[in-house]
């Protein structure tokens, strides 16, 4: 079974300190891939960053940064130094390898507001 | 930069009508998809279409759901008798491939709300 578990349901940060969001993945796929959305007050879902299973590496991008670790089945994302406009829904993503259809599970998302 | 747009954003219907949610996918694009949101709740999928027919489906997408591409550019969910528990928000979204990883990019959604 595939399944992506966020266990922070909200989180409440001042502005310029740092946060992680955790994101935990369950699946059978030696392949597979893994997203992070933000979903913002207006509701639409923003892409952030898609990692494959085979590429461990770490990346950042600006204050945002994300650490892959297959050995935990996690992907967590961290944001350095948040702002208020960061305030969002944060979904962390799973899509298997095999078959065509591009399918996402999605996991219950977490709501970070940040405070001035 | 190409976006998915979708029309209407907001549509109020009542119970056991019928409801076409609208879709223009990334032109370049060959994978699209609907997925729904019931409110405060997580995304969840409920069909992908490829090659002009459907290559996946949840159990979300029984019999009174529909999908279609008319033409070369929208994409099309129907519903054909509205329930209160439809009430939700309905994302449409493209990938350029399904397979590989390649992102899908979400149109901004249409609020359905089935009174």
């Known amino acids: 079974a595939q399944k992506v578990t966020q266990a922070q349901t909200e989180i409440s940060v001042v502005e310029k300190e740092d946060v992680t969001l955790d994101c935990v993945y369950e699946?059978?796929?030696?392949?597979?891939?893994l997203f992070w959305y933000k979903q913002p007050p207006s509701g639409e879902l923003v892409f952030l960053i898609r990692r494959n299973s085979f590429d461990e590496q770490n990346e950042i991008s600006g204050r945002y940064s994300w650490n892959f670790q297959k050995s935990t089945s996690s992907f967590n994302f961290t944001i350095t130094a948040s702002q208020v406009v960061d305030s969002a829904v944060y979904f962390c993503?799973?899509?298997?390898?095999?078959?065509?259809?591009?399918?996402?599970?999605f996991g219950q998302g977490t709501t970070l507001q940040v405070k001035p | 930069e190409p976006e998915v747009t979708q029309t209407p954003s907001h549509q109020v219907t009542q119970m056991g009508q019928e409801v076409i949610l609208r879709c223009v996918p990334i032109?370049?694009?060959?994978?699209f998809y609907w997925y729904r949101q019931i409110l405060g709740q997580k995304v969840e999928f409920l069909v992908s279409?490829?090659?002009?027919?459907?290559?996946?489906k949840s159990e979300i997408f029984d019999d009174q759901f529909s999908v279609e591409r008319p033409d070369g550019s929208n994409f099309t969910l129907k519903i054909r008798s509205t329930k209160l528990e439809d009430s939700a928000m309905y994302f449409c979204?493209?990938?350029?491939?399904?397979?590989?990883?390649?992102?899908?990019?979400f149109g901004q959604g249409t609020r359905l709300t089935v009174v």
């Open positions: 279409f490829y090659n002009n027919e459907i290559s996946e």
């Open positions: 699946t059978r796929d030696t392949t597979y891939y």
């Open positions: 032109s370049n694009h060959l994978y």
């Open positions: 979204a493209s990938s350029y491939r399904g397979r590989e990883g390649t992102e899908a990019f």
């Open positions: 993503a799973l899509r298997h390898g095999s078959g065509n259809t591009g399918k996402l599970i």
